[in-house]
């Protein structure tokens, strides 16, 4: 159960809602003011990496995991999106176990089974499901709809297409066989590891921000942010498609 006003009344103003609110503006502004260059990417240094070496490497897969999720502004727009709504932390877990179990497994058996998508299609889904969320969020799917589409089942359908983006580009690098399965499982870990490290600081942000006014009279406003978002993401990647 999600939406607009989905729990807990307003609470007392705190000062330190002027730095919570640049924050938020920053993490929900980051794709248009950065382009889609980084939605899925691996850094050209890590990609050679990569490609290079062999054998179980445990440690480096996880660091390469963590860095992919903590730099990823789409996968941290979804769940910010996702987690704007939930007040308590048993709510929270939910969704975000939900979208993990939906990224790790699309990921792991993408890899393994080389499987993959057009990169330019996968992230305009992606783009998608940001859309999708900030729409969820205002209320326009039961306004539309005359019913609330489970957020559970999108959160871990669209967790899917998140691990599918990722699993894609691991393909387009030829990872070695030697020593795969390890590899990707250390790789998964380092995903969650960023993850709980991106949630922590969204949930810090929000925190604050929850305490003010402000919140309910931009709630709005901030998700119409995060939709426009999706939408120059869904563009750009739509764009590049077009053009390859």
């Known amino acids: 159960m999600q939406g607009p006003f989905y729990e807990g009344p307003p609470r007392a103003p705190c000062a330190r809602w002027r730095l919570a609110l640049p924050m938020l503006v920053a993490l929900l502004t980051l794709p248009l003011l950065g382009g889609a260059a980084f939605a899925h990417a691996v850094a050209e240094g890590d990609k050679g990496y990569i490609q290079e070496i062999t054998g179980i490497n445990l440690l480096p897969f996880i660091y390469l995991g963590a860095k992919h999720m903590v730099t990823g502004y789409d996968h941290i727009l979804f769940l910010f999106g996702v987690i704007f709504f939930l007040y308590r932390m048993k709510h929270i877990g939910i969704y975000v176990s939900l979208f993990a179990l939906g990224h790790s497994t ?105 305490r003010t006014p402000s919140f309910w009279r931009h709630a709005y406003t901030a998700n119409v942010v995060m939709m426009t978002a999706g939408f120059v993401l869904i563009g750009y990647q739509l764009t590049g498609w077009v053009v390859s």
């Open 106 to 210: 699309t990921m792991l058996l993408g890899v393994y089974f080389n499987v993959g998508i057009n990169s330019y299609i996968i992230d305009a889904i992606i783009g998608l499901s940001v859309v999708y969320k900030a729409l969820d969020n205002m209320g326009a799917f039961q306004r539309w709809l005359g019913f609330q589409p489970s957020t559970k089942i999108a959160t871990l359908i669209f967790g899917f297409f998140h691990g599918f983006g990722l699993s894609t580009k691991i393909i387009e690098y030829n990872i070695s066989p030697d020593g795969l399965v390890p590899n990707l499982l250390a790789f998964n870990v380092g995903v969650e590891i960023g993850q709980l490290l991106a949630l922590a600081a969204i949930l810090i942000v929000m925190g604050y921000w929850r």
